[in-house]
């Protein structure tokens, strides 16, 4: 039964005045979370700095793999919007006001962005915040941590991907002096004037000093550069080579940086490929003062973003390390929802399986840090496709289902449930 139009078609269940009575309304769904926990909120620990980031992501990472999350995990994060569309970190107090020039987040407005429009049925919170990040937009054509903040390529790199998960091309998107997204990402990419060791790598911000590479940068620039967010169509194809280096043919190379997207993407790819090899296949911190350990989400990322670039063979090279009993990964991620989210993309990408991760169900394990999940795929993705279709035509219209669910309400008073899907980010 299509639950999403049974819900729908409870209040016309009541005006049909069948014999169903109080027992067609919605049943209340007993929250499975572990003591202590916000209802619908994933994770144990303390949200105020990443309770709307971690939701997201994974809302995104059950969407992928065809879980149908608690409508309650869904209302959460759609309740976490502020009035005029952006979302904070974590609103505690939902009745209080946000406040609009520093408590609201371009990384948490694109990733609740994304979230909720992989779930579907939230189009209200989804057009104010794509109001919000087009009302916050810099004239560079980027977006800052903050609003009025200067550009950096992290938060501009959600941004991207909350258009295009809403259908949108970010090259139409455009500040007020024309300069696109592009335009502000191109602009932190290092050239050939930049060291061999960092040629094709972003900076997170060239707002003070000379831009210096970082790789947590690089891995979100070099995905958003190809027009994707945090979860995109995977096509299994693979290019059958690395990707391509940043040309710089006369050894100095001038100033040049890539003047496309598309070998902006390759070369900063190339660069991630690079650095990897390096280090036994990972990224390591690049948070100032951090010791020098692995980076297991900026791994993750990069993987994200080699696969988006359909370098598959490439990108399992660092996934394989990922999965390694010798990684820390599965420590990393235990009991952290966004952490765990993030693996599950980065298997999702590049066309693993999630659900036998080194050995570890990290969906059965992400499931497990929320309220119990509506319905899911146990055998694989294939159900969640099938999942999404259904959904879509909910989305579209289903006047026929609807009162086929109303007809079943009224002989058998069943009591409906709810439904839904959908991904976090760290921030420098």
């Known amino acids: 039964m299509n639950i999403r139009r049974s819900v729908a078609a409870l209040s016309l269940c009541a005006a049909l005045g069948a014999a169903v009575g109080a ?12 003591a202590g926990r916000s209802e619908g909120l994933y994770g144990a620990k303390d949200p105020k700095f990443d ?9 995104l990472a059950q969407d992928a793999v065809g879980v149908t999350p608690a409508k309650s995990a869904i209302d959460w994060l759609t309740g976490q919007s502020c009035a005029d569309g952006g979302f904070a970190a974590y609103r505690a107090d939902t009745s209080k006001a946000c406040d609009p020039k520093k408590g609201e987040f371009t990384d948490a407005t694109a990733a609740a962005i994304q979230a909720l429009a992989a779930v579907g049925g939230r189009a209200d919170a989804v057009e104010k915040g794509i109001g919000w990040l087009k009302s916050h937009q810099n004239e560079d054509g980027g977006w800052g941590m903050n609003p009025g903040g200067p550009s950096d390529a992290n938060s501009t790199s ?35 004037s930049a060291k061999a060791a960092e040629r094709g790598a972003f900076a997170y911000t060239a707002d003070k000093g000379k831009p210096v590479a970082n790789e947590l940068a690089t891995a979100s620039a070099a995905l958003a550069v190809q027009g994707k967010g945090f979860v995109f169509e995977t096509v299994g194809k693979d290019r059958g080579a690395a990707p391509e280096p940043l040309s710089c043919a006369d050894g100095k190379g001038g100033a040049g940086t890539p003047k496309d997207t598309t070998k902006a993407a390759e070369a900063a790819l190339a660069h991630l490929s690079r650095v990897m090899s390096d280090t036994d296949m990972h990224l390591k911190s690049a948070m100032p003062g951090a010791k020098d350990q692995p980076d297991f989400g900026g ?35 235990k009991g952290d929802p966004g952490a765990l989210a993030k693996l599950i993309l980065a298997a999702h990408a590049a066309g693993a399986n999630p659900r036998d ?10 499931n497990a840090t929320g309220p119990k999940p509506e319905a899911a795929a146990p055998g694989g993705e294939s159900d969640g496709k099938n999942e999404k279709s259904e959904k ?20 058998a008073g069943v009591g409906i449930g709810f439904l839904l899907s959908g991904r976090k980010r760290r921030q420098l």
Do not use: M
């Open 392 to 411: 879509k035509s909910d989305d579209d219209g289903g006047v026929g289902g609807v009162w086929w669910t109303v007809g079943v309400c009224a002989v």
């Open 23 to 34: 027992a067609a309304a919605p049943v209340a769904v007993a929250d499975d979370s572990p």
């Open 158 to 192: 959600a941004a991207i991907g909350a258009f295009a998960a809403t259908g949108q091309d970010p090259a139409k998107v455009s500040a007020k002096g024309g300069k696109s997204p592009y335009d502000a990402l191109l602009g932190l990419q290092l050239g050939c």
């Open 299 to 333: 791994t993750a990322d990069a993987v994200v973003a080699l696969a988006a670039g359909e370098h598959s063979a490439t990108a399992g090279k660092p996934l394989q390390w990922l999965q390694g009993k010798n990684s820390g990964a599965a420590a990393w991620a």
């Open 357 to 366: 991760f080194g050995g570890a169900d990290l969906v059965q394990q992400l």
């Open 51 to 59: 309770g709307v980031w971690r939701q997201s992501l994974a809302l």
